[in-house]
Structures are given as structure tokens and as C-alpha cells.
């Protein structure tokens, strides 16, 4: 079965630091896309960052960025600089080969003053 | 990413009736879309695949009678709760597959209360 496991229900985070959110699939394709999603309170999904298995490059953007361990099958969300706006739920989803997302059950991060 | 509405955002109906949620995507043709369910604080939960000009594909466990969708053009989608009833009451999302970019695209939601 493809899953996805997000280990870590609710996280919280002093502005300004930084947080890593963890994620791990199962799945037998070798070529899959990775994402994560922010889901805001308005409960908006919004692409934070995404990753292409074939890539061994890890992707970033701005003060998002991942730690992609392909063999481990791991695929970790840092947060740099966090900020009050960061406050969301955040999911990891894959495609693995067809077009259907498998999401985890989410990440309750909470971003502290 | 592609812009993708829905409408309404919020509909409030009575037990018994039946209600349409639209989804748009207004950028780029979708040849499928997909449809979701959020309960509070949980994951989004697949009902179906919608596939323009044929019939769409549930998931399993999720009634086709129920939830009726139609995806008659490439950029609208519709799904219909018929005979809605309080169990019902629920967030729903749909979004649009970019084939191309291996991406779905969002939107907003619909939040559904049945009286």
C-alpha cells in the first residue's frame, strides 16, 4: 500500500527560528513527486514546495526548503525564519504515478510571538 | 499555480434537499478534477476522480447516488449532495490535475451545513 506518515500531530516554534516538519512514504514506483501543502485557517490548500524523485537536488523556496532521502523514503519540510503567518496545517502528498494525491494526516505547526 | 473556484463558498440547507457545489478552473483546461472531503482538523479525503465527458470515478465507500458529479466542459465541474442530510455537513474541495506538471490545483472550498 502507497502511504504517507507524518509522525508529528502539532509543533510549535518561537518567530524567528527555525522548524522541521518530518514526512515518510511507501511506495515501489521510482519516479513520484513530492509535495507540501499549507492549509491556512481561510483552509486555502497552498503549494509550499515540491520535489521531483529523479531529482537529486533538494528544492527550496525563499526560506522553505526539504531534505529529500530517497532511499529512506523521507521527505522533511524546514522552515527558516518563521514568521506568525507560517501558523497553518501542513500536509505531505505524493504522486506515485498516477494522479491522485496520497496525503498524510498533517502537521499542526504554530508559530509563537 | 491555476486559478480554481468553487461556488458557493458557504451554503446552508435543509434536510432533505439537494445542493450543487461548482468548481472552476479558470486558466487552464482540466480534463479531471478531483473532489475532496475535509473533516475538521483531518486530512483531505478523496470521493472521486471527475472526468470531462464521462462518468466519474468514486472511491470506495462513497456513494455515487449521493454525491452526483458531472464534469461537462473542461472548466467546470459540479458535484450534487442529493437528499442531503446532517451527516453531510462538511468542508468540500475540489481541484484541477495539470497533467503536464504532475500537479493538482486547489480550490477554496465549500463549506457545507445541513439543517
Known amino acids: 500500500a502507497q502511504t504517507v506518515t507524518q509522525s508529528q500531530p502539532e509543533m510549535s516554534v518561537q518567530e524567528a527560528e527555525t522548524v522541521t516538519l518530518s514526512c515518510t512514504y511507501d511506495?515501489?514506483?521510482?519516479?513520484?513527486?513530492l509535495f507540501w501543502y499549507k492549509q491556512p485557517p481561510s483552509r486555502q490548500m497552498i503549494l509550499v514546495i515540491r520535489?521531483?524523485?529523479?531529482?537529486?537536488q533538494n528544492a527550496t523556496e525563499n526560506r522553505f526548503s526539504v531534505n529529500f532521502q530517497k532511499a529512506a523514503k523521507s521527505f522533511s519540510l524546514k522552515i527558516s525564519d518563521s514568521q506568525l503567518g507560517d501558523t497553518a496545517m501542513y500536509f505531505c502528498?505524493?504522486?506515485?504515478?498516477?494522479?491522485?494525491?496520497?496525503f498524510g494526516t498533517g502537521t499542526r505547526l504554530k508559530v509563537l510571538a | 499555480g491555476a486559478v480554481v473556484s468553487q461556488h458557493p463558498s458557504r451554503v446552508i440547507c435543509k434536510s432533505g434537499t439537494s445542493v450543487k457545489i461548482e468548481c472552476r478552473s479558470l486558466?487552464?483546461?482540466?480534463?479531471?478534477m478531483f473532489w475532496y472531503r475535509q473533516f475538521p482538523k483531518k486530512s483531505l479525503m478523496l470521493m472521486a476522480t471527475?472526468?470531462?465527458?464521462?462518468?466519474?470515478?468514486?472511491e470506495q465507500g462513497v456513494e455515487k447516488d449521493k454525491f452526483l458529479i458531472n464534469h461537462a466542459s473542461l472548466t467546470l465541474s459540479t458535484l450534487t449532495v442529493t437528499s442531503a442530510h446532517p451527516e453531510d455537513s462538511s468542508f468540500y474541495i475540489c481541484?484541477?490535475?495539470?497533467?503536464?506538471?504532475?500537479?493538482?490545483?486547489f480550490g477554496p472550498g465549500t463549506r457545507l451545513t445541513v439543517t
Open positions: 511506495t515501489s514506483e521510482n519516479n513520484y513527486y
Open positions: 486558466d487552464f483546461q482540466a480534463t479531471t
Open positions: 471527475s472526468n470531462e465527458g464521462s462518468k466519474a470515478t468514486y
Open positions: 481541484s484541477a490535475l495539470n497533467r503536464t506538471a504532475y500537479e493538482q490545483y
Open positions: 502528498a505524493f504522486i506515485p504515478g498516477t494522479y491522485k494525491y496520497i
Open positions: 520535489q521531483e524523485a529523479y531529482k537529486q
